[in-house]
């Protein structure tokens, strides 16, 4: 077949036949009909996507290679800074963004264990997992219904003298309220991590300036797991505009060496062989020193090149989500007094991850969820509801020890018992948001 052809024509005939095969066969819709299974998230992506990831594979560059670099590159221009590190999950960045707070070199700024960092317990566990692995204390605050998210009028009922560093998530796309948490940041001298995995596109008006979620704290992190704004099956990226930062992200990254030349290059700086480090003999080689204890969380070139096809579309996501979110609580209307519906942050404009609804009192989730299910419509809990009350900390909880809740957490626990959320993913068309609210609506008033 490919006797008489180029290696780029071979290719090119390959990705044409991938660009027949992906519309035939992957990007066919089929007519809705009520009763069809809605999942609260799924993948949006065409031929592009299919195409890219041959196209890497045909390489058979198998770590990261072009297609990590353009992503990287193009990532940090659509966030607007200046730094961006592409790893294998969200999770991943997650521990990233926290272990770059550990690292030596921020001297008196750096975490140690013991150290406290005010989070939430209402969460996915990875925002707060890398904080306890490290031996630092997670203090434990609050959130606020109907926004979801930690309630700043009790940051400072949380800070001790141990206290290094916020770190906590942007709640189902709907953005904190960054600017008190800034200014509670600037006061204490305190490091802030956001966890932007579920808010990618999210905006917040700070300064008198619209910026994007995850850019306004110290670092940033987002999510490319497949429910996630934007999709490369695993992946993730951790974000900065402070080059100590995110040289140090880059470290841990990459086992925790100190060379910073990327796999298959040497070199770069020049000064490979005549430099001392340590207690090492002078001029032994910076590709194998290490100036942290890192790991190994780097993405493949494979899931890059689909999240450069993914980036191309991502505007367009955000709009969607947006468009259906708002479809969806207008058909809620007059639905208020059995469930509470979810509202933005002041000052924000949220690319939101799903819909969340709190049962008012008398309303029985354990009614209202089997009966969404049983109409084909996929719900979730706001992952872990209260992260204390789960087996992971029975040990810590028996012992009391390992962590610190600031005052009540009567909001999370409310969240635990009454709150599920629905999806809004740009996949689903304006008939799928009419069904869901048709059947919330019946299953709030049954």
């Known amino acids: 077949m490919f006797e ?12 044409e036949m991938v660009d027949g095969y992906c519309a035939k066969y992957h990007n066919q819709q089929k ?10 998230a799924s993948r949006v992506y065409d031929s592009k996507e299919m195409m890219n990831l041959v196209d890497s594979a045909l390489e058979f560059w198998l770590t990261a290679g072009r297609y990590a670099d353009q992503f990287e590159k193009n990532f940090a221009e659509y966030l607007g800074v200046r730094f961006c590190s592409l790893v294998n999950s969200g999770s991943s960045a997650n521990l990233l963004a926290f272990m770059a707070l550990t690292s030596p070199l921020l001297k008196e700024r750096q975490v140690l264990p013991g150290d406290e960092i005010i989070t939430v317990a209402a969460g996915f566990p990875t925002t707060v997992a ?11 605050v609050d959130v606020t219904i109907p926004q979801y998210n930690i309630d700043v009028t009790r940051l400072e009922d949380a800070y001790s003298p141990k206290t290094k560093a916020v770190m906590i998530a942007h709640t189902l ?9 800034k200014d509670f940041c600037r006061k204490h001298n305190l490091w802030l991590i956001e966890d932007n995995c579920d808010a990618l596109g999210s905006e917040y008006e700070i300064d008198g300036e619209k910026k994007l979620t995850g850019t306004i704290g110290d670092i940033g992190t987002s999510s490319f797991y497949p429910p996630h704004h934007m999709t490369m099956g695993e992946g993730g990226a951790v974000y900065t505009d402070n080059p100590l930062l995110n040289r140090i992200v880059r470290s841990f990254r990459d086992w925790g060496r100190d060379c910073i030349c990327p796999s298959g290059k040497d070199n770069l700086c020049g000064h490979r062989f005549d430099r001392q480090y340590g207690e090492l003999p002078l001029g032994y080689d910076h590709k194998y020193v290490y100036s942290h204890f890192g790991y190994n969380l780097k993405a493949t070139d494979m899931q890059a090149a689909v999240g450069c096809a993914q980036l191309e579309k991502f505007p367009g996501f955000v ?23 979810p509202e933005p942050c002041p000052g924000s404009d949220p690319s939101w991850f799903g819909f969340l ?3 008012r009192e008398g309303v029985d989730r354990n009614q209202v969820v089997p009966y969404i299910e049983s109409k084909g419509i996929q719900t979730r809990m706001l992952f872990a509801g209260n992260l204390t009350k789960h087996p992971c900390f029975d040990q810590m909880r028996a012992e009391g020890r390992g962590y610190r809740i600031a005052g009540s957490l009567e909001n999370t626990d409310r969240i635990m018992r009454d709150t599920f959320w629905v999806g809004v993913y740009p996949g689903m068309t304006d008939e799928k948001i009419d069904y869901m609210a048709k059947v919330i609506r019946e299953a709030g008033r049954r």
Do not use: W
Request: proline share 7%; aromatic share 10%; glycine share 6%.
């Open 173 to 181: 796309g709907n953005p904190f309220d960054l600017k008190s948490v």
């Open 357 to 359: 609804l709190t049962c």
């Open 31 to 40: 007519p809705f009909q009520e009763g069809d299974r809605i999942p609260y």
């Open 319 to 341: 709009e969607r989500r947006r468009h259906n979110f708002a479809r969806l609580k207008k058909a809620l209307e007059g639905m208020e007094d059995r469930f509470i519906l």
């Open 4 to 15: 008489n052809m180029t290696e780029q024509e071979a290719r090119n005939q390959i990705l």
């Open 130 to 140: 890398p904080v306890i692995q490290y031996g630092a204390v997670p203090v434990f």
